[in-house]
């Protein structure tokens, strides 16, 4: 994946590469006391609501963790975050490319300037033109491979030990959180 400075800016305001409250997974994960953190890997699955700025009620939150436990028991741990304002959840090395959702013209260049000029807000306007055909869309629009977006809320298991969330298990969720939900696949 090319990283840019501000994806390194958000990506340090979001949980990845480093999550700030997560205990490290390759203590449990490695088996060579030789090995260190820089050359293991981890894998999230973290959801999002598709509305950047959408913060379930607190209770909500609490259960949705609990029925995420349930799906994903195996995980090292399973974690909800809250923030100011909608973070860039990125799908760290899964991360392939960036396109217009109406034209389909891929926007990798383009995309990566505005997410530079994005960074240094303290709250991001989300609103861009898209350079190939015109559209005005938010920048949580864009069609993400893989699938990666803005939120203030975050749940997410890390080292679920599951490949992904089946369509009635986020339908589950989003009943439980009023909302509807993006997943993401985090490889870091
Ligand atoms: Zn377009």
Same mark, same amino acid.
């Given at each position: 994946?090319?990283?840019? =400075?501000?994806?390194?800016?958000?990506?340090?305001g979001a949980?990845?590469?480093?999550?700030? &409250?997560?205990?490290?997974?390759?203590?449990?994960?490695?088996?060579?006391?030789?090995?260190?953190? @820089?050359?293991?890997?981890?894998?999230? #699955?973290?959801?999002?609501?598709?509305?950047p700025w959408?913060i379930?009620?607190?209770?909500?939150?609490? !259960?949705?963790?609990?029925?995420? !436990?349930?799906?994903?028991?195996?995980?090292?741990?399973? @974690?909800?975050s809250v923030t100011d304002a909608p973070i860039?959840? &990125?799908?760290?090395?899964?991360?392939?490319?960036?396109?217009?959702?109406?034209?389909? !013209?891929?926007?990798?260049?383009?995309?990566?300037? #505005?997410?530079?000029?994005?960074? =240094?807000q303290q709250v991001p &306007?989300?609103? #861009?033109? @898209?350079?190939?055909?015109?559209?005005?869309?938010?920048?949580?629009?864009?069609?993400?491979?893989? =699938?990666?977006?803005?939120a203030r809320f975050?749940?997410?298991?890390?080292?679920?030990? #599951?490949?992904?969330?089946?369509?009635?298990?986020?339908?589950?969720?989003?009943?439980?959180?009023?909302?509807?939900?993006? !997943?993401?696949?985090?490889?870091?």
């Open positions: 994946m090319r990283r840019t =400075p501000i994806h390194g800016m958000l990506m340090a949980k990845h590469p480093q999550p700030t &409250d997560s205990k490290p997974s390759t203590s449990r994960k490695c088996f060579s006391a030789g090995l260190t953190r @820089t050359i293991m890997s981890d894998n999230f #699955i973290c959801i999002i609501p598709r509305d959408f379930p009620d607190r209770r909500a939150q609490i !259960q949705a963790r609990r029925l995420f !436990q349930q799906f994903a028991p195996q995980a090292y741990q399973i @974690t909800t860039f959840v &990125d799908a760290g090395v899964n991360f392939e490319s960036v396109a217009c959702p109406r034209c389909h !013209q891929e926007l990798d260049t383009w995309w990566h300037t #505005i997410m530079d000029r994005t960074a =240094p &306007d989300l609103t #861009i033109v @898209t350079p190939c055909c015109g559209a005005t869309l938010s920048l949580n629009g864009l069609r993400y491979e893989w =699938p990666c977006g803005f975050t749940l997410e298991a890390q080292n679920p030990d #599951i490949v992904m969330l089946s369509v009635s298990q986020m339908r589950e969720l989003e009943g439980l959180l009023d909302c509807k939900l993006r !997943q993401i696949l985090v490889h870091i």
